[in-house]
């Protein structure tokens, strides 16, 4: 089964800084999708960033982008100009087809704090 | 229309309850799912429907049922709770096919008393 790791559970960066965020993940697919979602206290889940597994061109959005690892199967995000709306929880997805249906599988997530 | 609707927002529910959450999106995607989100923990996988037909149940109690009544539509009816039950019920929805992401609604609370 697939798995994800975030290992820093709390991360904290100044306003106007740049943090980096890390993920792994296991899996014995070729294909697959990665993903970086934001939840911010009003619970919604968005989209910050994805990468397909078959592009070896980092995937960049804004001040967001990641550095993407196949091998190592390593995904982290990279947060430029740290601003105070990007303070959230910051989980990894790994989107897999299972049974000819899609599931997604989410790290434990890392809480982003950004001081003033 | 980018929106994954969920209502209500919370909930509270006694044991012997009966109540639904609901779910919509008019974004003509064919998977919807229910994730359950504890406090400060990542959203679990419950049910995936697929061309409004169940393709994974991860072994949730059967006091959550789900139903998908048209590609629109997705439903979690909860009957007999529990307290520990209590968490944040995500829907989502996706394309079948292609690399697009899964978008959420805004969940909602559910507490059990």
């Known amino acids: 089964a697939q798995t994800v790791t975030q290992s820093q559970p709390e991360m904290s960066v100044q306003e106007a800084e740049t943090v980096t965020l890390s993920c792994t993940y296991d899996?014995?697919?070729?294909?697959?999708?990665l993903f970086w979602y934001k939840q911010p206290p009003s619970r919604q889940m968005i989209l910050v960033i994805r990468?397909?597994?078959?592009?070896?061109q980092n995937a960049t959005e804004n001040r967001f982008s990641v550095n993407f690892q196949k091998a190592a199967k390593s995904f982290s995000l990279k947060i430029s100009d740290s601003q105070l709306g990007d303070a959230a929880m910051y989980f990894c997805?790994?989107?897999?087809?299972?049974?000819?249906?899609?599931?997604?599988?989410f790290g434990k997530g890392t809480k982003l704090t950004v001081n003033p | 229309d980018t929106e994954v609707t969920q209502t209500p927002k919370h909930l509270v529910m006694g044991m012997t309850n009966k109540k639904s959450l609901k779910c919509e999106q008019h974004?003509?995607?064919?998977?919807m799912y229910w994730y359950k989100q504890k406090a400060k923990k990542p959203p679990e996988l419950m049910f995936v429907?697929?061309?409004?037909?169940?393709?994974i149940n991860e072994s949730v109690p059967s006091r959550f049922s789900p139903e998908c009544p048209n590609s629109s539509l997705l439903n979690l009816h909860l009957h007999a709770l529990q307290p520990e039950d209590s968490a944040l019920y995500l829907c989502?929805?996706?394309?079948?096919?292609?690399?697009?992401?899964?978008?959420f609604g805004q969940g909602t609370r559910l507490t059990v008393v």
């Open positions: 989502a929805s996706s394309r079948r096919e292609g690399n697009t992401e899964a978008f």
């Open positions: 899996t014995s697919e070729s294909d697959y999708y």
């Open positions: 990468q397909e597994a078959y592009k070896q």
């Open positions: 997805a790994y989107r897999s087809f299972q049974g000819g249906s899609e599931k997604l599988v």
């Open positions: 974004m003509g995607h064919r998977a």
């Open positions: 429907y697929s061309y409004e037909k169940l393709s």
